[in-house]
């Protein structure tokens, strides 16, 4: 036994599975809670596959003892959520005043995880802003007002939750901010220079000012925690990224040598090295904002982990004149025709394990932090058409997760890579932004019409996986019980 124990994460390794309160709470008008972007976004036609709204999503809002009862069953160490801003400061501005009803609600919440032995890993934004400042200032775009809004929020935060949370993200995935809000305008608040979609915007500026904000309201809220509360509460502090892994599609020089660059560098290399990746600079040019050498203290090593989001692997090819992918094109589809893994349900996402495993090697190489993947899953195909009973079987899914986990000890065991938490996305199916209740990323089906969960199969694999992969924890067991010696 004693010489396995190597080949397993280590004890104090956190897994667990991941929501986000848009996508789960509903209730969007209950107990004083402000609209956020999201609310009347989805509202509007064309917006959602299923022309369907977040007003009752999973009705997690009120069915929270349910999903605590789901994941006690099964036996996650560690629950990633965040919280809504308009739960907690319904206008949200700094002079607005806080609803202690949405305080109480995340309050019960992380107690009753804790009381379950949960731990909680606390998201602050997850993309739904408060409608009140996207109306007042143009939310995201006005770097002068979001920035001192966003750090009084995340400050009450740390305030009315720091003594019981001890994880915090301060931000979901800015590059899906800035890129799918005011670049393709798919997400709320829906900016874009398509005239089609969007009355105003300016895709060649916008997604880069509101990406640049977003940095900065995150370096200056991670700044507050570190020499407010970090040193009394004792917790940590991170940012969540998205970047998935590139291949070069064949062995042209025109296969792209820095496929993955754009979503990976563009907000990592200032949070991490600070300042902004060349091939960015040399794309951009004056387009690109920049940091004062001030900001710039603040927003280097502002991230004390990397929060890794991450869920396919791209082959790419240089050209198409696609910024936001650093002008390289994608594809799946192999020059001998053949596919680079199983399609799941969305477009963009494909089952290939071994680029998760090079994309956790590249990260820790290059940035030198220790990983939390705080997001990673599969759509199966369809699942939306099938019959419960069928979708349960959820065979595609469990084969992602199979090679993912495989590939995540490898990284840890084999590579040294320093990986300190693992959360599969989702906990359960729920509202899966542009695409509506369309596409399904749980564990756990969700039936929407009586609310009724019902676990799939891969939930089974996933919690089977980390409690066989996971190095026991002789002493808390010991100390749990009169168990053998
Ligand atoms: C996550 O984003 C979100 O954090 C989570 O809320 C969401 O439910 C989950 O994924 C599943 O979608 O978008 O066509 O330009 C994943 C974000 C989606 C970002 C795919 C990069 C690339 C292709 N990624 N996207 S496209």
């Not at 959820?394 to 992602?400: I, K, L, P, Q």
Request: hydrophobic content about 35%; overall charge negative.
């Amino acid at each position: 036994m004693a010489n396995k124990i190597s080949s397993r994460l280590p004890k104090d390794f956190l897994w667990g599975f991941a929501t986000a309160s848009f996508q789960i709470e509903g209730s969007t008008q209950v107990d004083g809670r402000g609209k956020s972007i999201w609310d009347d976004f989805s509202k509007k036609p064309g917006k959602t596959l299923d022309g369907r709204d977040g007003d009752v999503a999973t009705d997690s809002y009120r069915l929270w003892k349910d999903d605590l009862d789901l994941l006690v069953s099964y036996g996650v160490k560690s629950y990633r959520f965040s919280i809504a801003w308009s739960r907690i400061i319904p206008l949200g501005g700094r002079n607005d005043p806080v609803n202690e009803a949405g305080i109480r609600f995340y309050s019960n919440l992380i107690d009753n995880l804790l009381a379950r032995g949960i731990i909680p890993f606390v998201t602050l934004y997850h993309w739904d802003l408060p409608q009140g400042l996207e109306d007042r200032y143009g939310g995201w775009l006005n770097k002068e007002e979001i920035v001192k809004d966003y750090v009084n929020y995340a400050k009450i935060c740390f305030e009315r939750f720091g003594n019981r949370v001890k994880n915090w993200l301060t931000f979901n995935e800015p590059w899906c901010i800035s890129v799918h809000g005011y670049g393709h305008g798919v997400f709320a608040p829906g900016r874009s220079s398509d005239r089609t979609r969007c009355p105003e915007g300016d895709t060649s500026t916008e997604p880069w000012l509101v990406g640049h904000n977003v940095i900065l309201a995150h370096a200056y809220a991670s700044k507050l925690y570190r020499e407010e509360f970090k040193q009394a509460q004792g917790g940590q502090i991170g940012i969540t990224l998205n970047g998935d892994w590139a291949l070069p599609y064949d062995d042209s020089p025109e296969s792209a040598s820095r496929g993955s660059d754009a979503d990976l560098l563009t907000f990592a290399d200032p949070i991490y090295l600070g300042h902004y990746p060349e091939y960015l600079k040399e794309m951009l040019g004056s387009r690109l904002p920049t940091f004062t050498a001030e900001e710039l203290h603040v927003v280097k090593g502002s991230s004390e982990f990397y929060g890794m989001n991450t869920y396919t692997t791209n082959l790419c090819m240089a050209g198409g004149d696609n910024e936001f992918q650093g002008k390289v094109k994608y594809t799946f589809t192999r020059p001998d025709g053949t596919q680079l893994g199983t399609q799941a349900h969305c477009a963009w996402l494909q089952d290939y394990a071994p680029g998760f495993r090079q994309l956790l090697n590249y990260l820790y190489k290059r940035y030198r932090k220790p990983i939390y993947v705080t997001e990673n899953g599969f759509a199966v195909k369809d699942e939306n058409n099938k019959p419960v009973e069928e979708a349960l079987s959820d065979y595609d899914r469990v084969h992602y997760f199979q090679g993912t986990t495989s590939s995540l000890l490898s990284a840890v065991v084999e590579d040294g890579v320093d990986i300190r938490g693992y959360f599969a996305w989702s906990l359960m199916d729920n509202f899966e932004w542009a695409d509506g209740y369309v596409t399904r990323f749980g564990v756990t089906y969700v039936d929407y019409e009586t609310q009724k969960r019902y676990p799939k199969d891969s939930a089974r694999f996933v919690c089977q996986w980390f409690k066989e992969n996971i190095e026991k924890d002789e002493s808390s067991e010991s100390a749990a019980g009169p168990s053998a010696p």
